[in-house]
């Protein structure tokens, strides 16, 4: 069936470090995908999104690439802040109309 | 635009009590979803609607809750009678147009404690 599957946190890193969040997905077809992310006391909202193969979203130092062949859309930054902690989401969207979310990864960063 | 609007964004009941969560989607969108949130269970779609028609309601854990869209700038969300282990942070999310493929956009949530 369809799901995500995202890397288990927390992710605890010193500001300026590079970041990784793996997340792969199961789906038929070729759904859209997405990073969400949830700041404390708040809704989720759109951090980025790639609609086909190949696609790179990308959003505030933040990257992700569909790769259709790994069925993956891991989440980049090459040197995360203090304000990036965070719970990251990642998402998939088909046919059904609805988003299917992974578990989410809670992102800390230390000065 | 104001963004999904969400009321009250805390409640606090005591078991037994009806609980009515309130959202007005984006003026346009013709999706509206409720989502609820625990740390136990994560993020967990309840029910959707499209122009204003439950489309999927899988997700509404028992007959004590029941959603409703009487027009298409709100909806609600109604537990009665509610109980502890209702507890959580319920989100309300609107898209513009096919939800599955489109952005859905959140309002910030309503926080209920049942006592």
């Known amino acids: 069936g369809n799901s995500v599957t995202q890397m288990e946190g927390p992710v605890t890193l010193s500001e300026e470090a590079f970041l990784t969040i793996n997340c792969t997905y199961t789906a038929t077809g070729y759904p859209s995908l997405f990073w969400y992310v949830q700041y404390p006391g708040e809704g989720l909202q759109l951090l980025l999104k790639a609609t086909k193969a190949d696609d790179k979203g990308s959003n505030k130092g933040f990257e992700a690439t569909y790769r259709k062949e790994t069925t993956s859309f891991h989440l980049e930054k090459g040197s995360v802040q203090v304000s990036d902690s965070a719970v990251y989401f990642c998402?998939?969207?088909?046919?059904?109309?609805?988003?299917?979310f992974g578990t989410g990864t809670l992102l800390a960063v230390q000065p | 635009d104001a963004g999904v609007i969400q009321s009250p964004r805390h409640e606090v009941t005591e078991m037994g009590q009806e609980v009515t969560l309130r959202c007005k989607p984006i003026s346009g969108h013709d999706y509206l979803f409720w989502y609820r949130q625990t740390m136990m269970r994560g993020l967990e779609l309840l029910i959707y609607f499209n122009n204003n028609v439950p489309i999927d309601d899988s997700g509404m854990p028992e007959d004590r809750f029941s959603a409703k869209m009487p027009n298409a700038s709100f909806s609600t969300l109604k537990i009665q009678p509610s109980e502890p282990r209702d507890s959580a942070v319920y989100f309300c999310?609107?898209?513009?147009?096919?939800?599955?493929?489109?952005?859905?956009?959140f309002g910030p949530g309503t926080r209920l404690t049942v006592l």
């Open positions: 998402a998939h969207g088909g046919a059904t109309n609805k988003l299917i």
């Open positions: 999310a609107s898209s513009l147009v096919t939800g599955g493929a489109d952005t859905q956009y």
